[in-house]
C-alpha cells in the first residue's frame, strides 16, 4: 500500500479523527458545513490510498448524515437549511475517522501509546489484543458458518431460517470470543503482565516528518470552519 497516510504514525490517524470532533463543532451553518464537507472529501480523495479498505464503509457515512438530515427536518418544522447542516455536520464528523481506520495496525498503536504517550503497558497489551480480536471477528464467522454448513445445519431459503442461522452463529460467535479473550488473559498473566512494573517494547515508535506534516494537515482542515465562520460573519 502506497501513499502519504499509509506512512503516517497510527497515532497521527487517531489523532485525526479528534480533530474532525473539533471540525464538527466549529460547523454553525450551512455555507461554514459545505465548506469543510467540500474540504475533507477532497483531502480523502487526494490523500487516501487506493485498496486501503472495503468502499461500502463510506456508506454509513452517507447514511448517517442523511439519517440525521432527515430526523432534523421531520423534528425541526422542515426547515432544509437546517437538515442540510445537520447532515453536513455528521459527514465532516464521521469521514476521516471511517477513512484512515482500515490503515491503522494495532501492534504499531500499541507501540506508540506505550512508548510515546507512556500509557500503562498492561492496558496497552490489552488494547492491542482487543483490536486483533476485533479484525478476526468476521474471519470467525465465517469459519463458524461453514462448520454449521458441513453439519447440515446451514439455512434454508427463508427469512426465517436465515434469521434464526444468524442468531446460532452470533451465539457460538460470542462464546467463542468469551473462551480466546480468557485464554489470552491466562497467557499474559502467566508471562507477568499482572506483577510487572517496567517492560521492554520490541519494536521502536518513531516520529517522522511525515507525521508532522499530516498532523498539520488534519489541524488546518479542523480549522476550516471556524475560519469560514468568522469570514462569514465579517
Not at 480533530?19 to 465548506?35: F, I, K, P, Y
Not at 446460532?168 to 467463542?176: C, D, P, R
Amino acid at each position: 500500500m502506497t501513499g502519504v497516510l499509509a506512512k503516517a504514525n497510527p497515532l497521527v490517524l487517531v489523532a485525526l479523527g479528534l480533530l474532525a470532533l473539533v471540525a464538527s463543532l466549529g460547523v454553525r451553518s450551512l455555507t461554514t458545513a459545505v465548506v469543510a464537507a467540500c474540504a475533507y472529501l477532497l483531502a480523502v480523495l487526494v490523500v487516501l490510498p487506493a485498496r486501503s479498505g472495503p468502499p461500502l464503509r463510506f456508506a454509513t457515512v452517507v447514511l448517517g448524515g442523511l439519517s440525521v438530515a432527515y430526523s432534523t427536518w421531520l423534528l425541526g418544522g422542515g426547515q432544509l437549511d437546517v437538515a442540510a447542516t445537520a447532515g453536513l455536520r455528521i459527514v465532516v464528523l464521521a469521514l476521516p475517522g471511517v477513512a484512515v481506520a482500515p490503515l491503522i495496525e494495532p501492534m504499531a498503536l500499541a507501540d506508540q501509546l506505550g512508548q510515546r504517550l507512556r500509557l500503562p503497558h498492561r492496558f496497552v497489551v490489552s488494547f492491542a489484543a482487543a483490536l486483533q480480536r476485533f479484525e478476526q471477528l468476521g474471519q470467525t464467522w465465517q469459519h463458524l458458518s461453514r462448520a454449521r454448513r458441513s453439519r447440515g445445519f446451514g439455512p434454508g431459503r427463508g427469512p426465517v431460517s436465515r434469521a434464526r442461522h444468524a442468531a446460532s452463529v452470533t451465539f457460538a460467535l460470542l462464546v467463542t470470543t468469551m473462551r480466546e479473550a480468557t485464554s489470552a488473559s491466562i497467557a499474559m498473566d502467566a508471562r507477568g503482565f499482572a506483577r510487572a512494573h517496567r517492560r521492554t517494547w520490541a519494536e521502536p515508535a518513531p516520529w517522522t516528518r511525515v507525521d508532522t506534516a499530516v498532523l498539520g494537515v488534519g489541524a488546518l482542515l479542523a480549522a476550516v470552519p471556524y475560519v469560514v465562520e468568522a469570514l462569514v460573519a465579517s
